[in-house]
């Protein structure tokens, strides 16, 4: 897509990063009127596959404050609250998917779309380990219940999400960027 | 569907405090009591009482927050039970010591006394972090936190993010809401997909596909519109800097901070207070 | 300063995505306190010539550029950015995307903000650009609340606090209404008698010659064909690419000598039962917020082509909402062939009634064209043998065979625009409804796109009467009303202030001017030869009977 390094952080990156978090703070906040599917305990958030969309088109940094920012506007807009280990969770999310950006070649290729969708599964497990561990820690809880309470349900919920909606969003991608100029 | 923030001006002793006092603050009782692991009902008490009285001080309205607290409290209920069912270990391992006698049996699962105390002391402790952390939204000004962030020394690049990303929000709304109607216009309903989680979700694409798709053009143009007017060329001067000053209640706050975080570890590691322990008149309440 | 504000020798720029050239051999020179007006159709040239003197070219778009172009004698790809953005101050086509704050102060601030100037000098700065452009009373309002008027003062007043000697204008009026466009265009003017070099890009030229420009660029291809004085201006220019006011365009046609075809008198129909009925609908959304539509009573029947004008926010999307069933009366009810829309869902409403939104861009999902048109016949659960059949129809009619395979994201805008038709065609609907059809096309395009689907030939009908009972739009555009509508609604303070034929309609020009509606050259035109042609013409048709 562009050339420059992984963690460029230029206006690129501010404005992308402030866009994306932006969206998964509203699509995070729509949820509350949007019926989602859901099974037991496991919701599907759809913003998620933005959030890792975001980390895979503009790299790690974006992701990163696509995540952190857009899940702390989302809490805040939701009236929830500021829950800041879910939201530096979220901001690795973004990151570690970002981190594939730079070999993202074509937004179209199924080679390139199983690597984002790994990186983003990949991503999402970490996330979702550090705000289940950081919970652990802060809450007083043991592994197993911040893995039975925290982490699983959240894990197959995103991971879920990412595996059907990234590529998608990928693919409507290809087609905007074909128009660009840059 | 407009976004509306839960922020409004209140004229109350919380919202008169600089918003950097108030996040230095709320990490420093979050990391003053998880860091040293203090579990000691003694000292929780206390600070339950001083975050209850800092939660009513931001005289929130209660209508505003119900939701919210419910959730709260299904989820500190759920994740204290499951815990305390499937162990009653991750706090001190003192819970988990067998001496303590069995109160009633669940599941084949013993109920002792340590564990019941140290369910409830869970609880009292989640909720002390939890008063402080649900204000932020509704007395903290949205135009200003990427100013307070700045003064708190992130770079001018990370805080302007957070300002531009505030400035997006309402605009993506409106987007959002106009997608909505225009595919139901088409005779899409939302309440009528059905199928699978994968065919279910796929179907949210004609909602999501059309904002996300936008916003990455709109992205380009906004690059351009900061780069003609020389974003990240200079270091920025922040005009709302100087609204935000610590006052005399700032540095008693700050203080008070500071207090928290270094007792919690002074009580903890230098005088030995504060480790989970099972006061008398609870135990002979069973005996 | 001595030198020249602006100087472009011999430019040559081609986009490294691009094979063609962009820009081929300009140059061009600008006094201190000359208004230039650049115009020209999309694709001709005029942005990627904005960029240049902007200098985003060549920092952010790569190509090969050859050639000069120097800002008081300096060349701008030399130049370093906080120096650059103090010489050009660029307004941008779209204020929503070139607002970066949420308050107004914050956002005329920025600028001065990213240079490091001290604190007093910014306030100070702002607010002179505040008084400058009468705008101290927006000073503490929310960015996302202001008019579109409001938003376009606010960004060219961020632009105003770098203290700029050139301001380069790239088509401010495409999001404007005509009544906020004629007040901008005022303020250009006054801006380059006050010593700015001006450059509006703009292809409107009949709106733009208000600014009273002191010379204009006509390009095409990427090259100069016409810079010159803008009174008497030569065949070069092709009033089919850019908008003339309609004496030049009846000039120009006597010139040529050609004869123009008088659109065929459309047949005299029946008025049938109606389709949609407003019965003395009123609506707000709360009962604690006043009332958007008050008392409406409108009835649209087979056959109608209705144009609806009047200001923004007076509550013209408010009032399509409720026949599609989006939006329900408070009081009052609206019926869809004889049903109250309250007992019905969006969905079923669908089936009679096709509504495309303003922007293609908050509706285009689908991977595939064919997909994307299959999407709504599939929702309203059509008979899955009969809407292949549907699609290719649709494709036909607006014009995309062969784009079945292509993905709508990636088609042009004006493709995209019909693309929304097509997904609306496919749902069989029997009325049509367009939110601003114009909107994001430029002149040449939405003519052509406008032509498509109203020229009725002597052996068929025009595309949408062919398959839509009734069609209605809104628009801020007075001349699509007069050009092709066959019914006018004036709709300000909440309710329908008049409604019948545009020539009844659109005479009284008090009443327009009351409800911030410009009577155009167009409408004057027509109204002086009505007389005569005993109906409204397009300006062409207009110079068999012009004097």
Not at chain 2, 1 to 6: A, F, N
Request: charged share 20%; net charge neutral.
């Amino acid at each position: 897509m562009n050339n420059s390094s992984t963690w460029e952080f230029g206006t690129r990156q501010v404005v992308y990063g402030a866009i994306g978090a932006a969206l998964y703070g509203v699509l995070s906040w729509a949820s509350n009127f949007v019926p989602l599917p859901a099974a037991g305990n496991v919701t599907f958030r759809p913003a998620v596959a933005v959030l890792i969309f975001f980390g895979v088109a503009y790299g790690p940094w974006v992701g990163f404050l696509a995540g952190f920012i857009g899940n702390t506007l989302g809490d805040a807009i939701s009236g929830w609250g500021f829950f800041w280990n879910w939201s530096v969770g979220n901001g690795l999310m973004g990151l570690v998917a970002g981190l594939v950006a730079a070999q993202i070649k074509d937004f179209r290729a199924q080679g390139d779309i199983v690597k984002a969708v790994i990186y983003g599964i990949v991503g999402v497990a970490v996330g979702m380990l550090f705000a289940s561990f950081t919970e652990m820690i802060t809450s007083g809880i043991d592994f197993n219940t911040a893995l039975v309470g925290y982490f699983v349900p959240a894990f197959i919920g995103n991971a879920v999400v990412t595996v059907i909606l990234v590529p998608i969003l990928m693919i409507a991608f290809a087609a905007v960027a074909s128009r660009r100029g840059r | 569907m407009l976004v509306t923030w839960k922020y409004r001006p209140r004229n109350t002793f919380i919202q008169r405090l600089d918003p950097r006092t108030r996040l230095l603050f709320f990490f420093c009782v979050i990391f003053g009591l998880t860091l040293p692991d203090i579990w000691d009902y003694r000292v929780i008490l206390p600070l339950f009482a001083m975050s209850l009285t800092l939660y009513l001080l931001a005289r929130i309205e209660w209508k505003d927050v119900k939701r919210v607290w419910l959730f709260i409290f299904v989820l500190v209920f759920m994740i204290v039970g499951l815990n305390a069912l499937l162990s009653g270990r991750g706090g001190p391992a003192s819970v988990t010591n067998t001496a303590s006698p069995v109160v009633f049996e669940v599941l084949g699962i013993d109920v002792t006394i340590a564990k019941i105390w140290f369910a409830l002391t869970q609880v009292v402790r989640m909720i002390t972090m939890t008063l402080l952390a649900i204000p932020i939204p509704y007395t903290m000004d949205p135009n200003i936190y990427g100013t307070a962030f700045r003064k708190l020394g992130s770079s001018d690049k990370v805080s302007f993010t957070m300002d531009l990303a505030f400035r997006f929000l309402p605009t993506f709304a409106r987007d959002f809401t106009i997608t909505m109607d225009s595919q139901r216009a088409r005779g899409y309903e939302l309440e009528k997909v059905k199928g699978g989680i994968a065919s279910r979700l796929r179907k949210l694409a004609p909602l999501i596909i059309p904002v996300v798709m936008q916003s990455t053009v709109t992205g380009e143009e906004v690059i351009d519109a900061m780069d003609l007017r020389a974003f990240g060329t200079n270091p920025r001067t922040w005009i709302k800097a100087d609204d935000l000053r610590y006052k005399f209640a700032d540095y008693i706050m700050l203080g008070l901070a500071l207090i928290l975080l270094v007792g919690g570890f002074v009580l903890r590691f230098g005088l030995g207070i504060g480790e989970f322990f099972i006061p008398d008149f609870f135990t002979n309440l069973f005996l | 300063m001595p030198e020249k504000p602006l100087v472009i020798d011999s430019l040559t720029f081609k986009y490294k995505t691009r094979p063609e050239l962009a820009l081929e051999d300009v140059s061009l020179e600008l006094k201190q306190g000359e208004l230039l007006l650049i115009a020209g159709s999309s694709g001709c040239g005029k942005t990627t010539l904005a960029r240049c003197i902007n200098g985003l070219i060549p920092r952010s778009y790569r190509g090969e550029r050859s050639g000069k172009v120097l800002l008081h004698g300096r060349e701008v790809a030399d130049m370093p950015i906080p120096e650059m953005a103090q010489v050009v101050g660029t307004l941008l086509q779209d204020p929503e995307r070139q607002i970066v704050a949420s308050n107004v102060f914050n956002e005329i601030a920025f600028g001065p903000e990213n240079l490091g100037l001290p604190r007093g000098e910014i306030i100070s700065r702002v607010d002179q650009a505040l008084s400058r452009l009468k705008l101290e009373y927006l000073r503490e309002r929310e960015t996302f609340n202001l008019s579109g008027g409001e938003k376009q003062k606010v960004a060219l007043a961020g632009v105003l606090t770098m203290n700029p000697s050139i301001l380069l204008l790239d088509e401010p009026l495409a999001s404007l209404d005509p009544a906020s466009a004629h007040e901008a265009l005022e303020v250009f003017r006054s801006l380059a008698d006050e010593g700015k070099t001006v450059i509006l890009v703009e292809h409107r030229v009949e709106d733009a010659i208000e600014a009273k420009p002191d010379r204009l660029l006509y390009m095409e291809e990427g090259r100069i064909k016409y810079l010159g004085p803008i009174t008497d201006l030569p065949k070069e220019i092709d009033h089919t690419q850019v908008k003339l006011p309609a004496p030049w365009v009846v000039r120009r046609v006597k010139a040529q000598g050609a004869t123009v075809k008088e659109p065929p008198k459309p047949p005299v129909q029946e008025r049938g039962d109606p389709l949609v009925v407003f019965e003395d609908v009123s609506f707000r959304y709360d009962s604690d917020l006043p009332f958007i539509l008050e008392n409406v009573n409108l009835k649209i029947f087979p056959g109608d082509l209705i144009a609806v004008l009047g200001p923004n926010g007076a509550g013209k999307s408010t009032l399509v909402k409720h026949a599609i069933g989006l939006l329900k009366p408070t009081s009052g009810r609206v019926l869809v062939e004889g049903q109250d829309t309250r007992k019905l869902s969006v969905a079923q409403i669908a089936r009679t009634l096709g509504y495309v939104f303003q922007s293609p861009t908050h509706m285009l999902y689908a991977p595939t064209v064919q997909e994307e048109l299959e999407f709504g016949p599939k929702n309203l659960a059509y008979d899955p043998m009969l809407i292949p059949k549907f699609v290719n129809e649709s494709l036909s009619t607006v014009n995309l065979n062969g784009f079945a395979e292509y993905p709508p994201l990636g088609l042009s805008f004006g493709q995209q625009k019909r693309t929304t038709i097509a997904a609306v065609l496919a749902m069989r609907s029997k009325i049509l409804i367009m939110d601003e059809p114009t909107a994001g096309q430029d002149f040449a395009n939405y003519t052509h796109f406008m032509n498509t689907m109203c020229d009725v030939s002597e052996d068929a009908q025009s595309v949408l009467s062919a398959n839509f009972a009734a069609t209605l739009f809104i628009t801020h555009d007075l001349d699509l009303a007069v050009t092709y509508a066959n019914r006018a609604l004036l709709f300000g303070d909440r309710r329908i202030i008049a409604d019948g034929k545009p020539q009844d309609v659109l005479k009284d020009e008090e009443l327009l001017l009351k409800y911030r509606v410009r009577p155009t050259s167009l409408l004057r035109l027509n109204l002086s030869l009505l007389p005569q042609t005993g109906r409204f013409l397009p300006a062409e048709s207009l110079a068999a009977y012009a004097p």
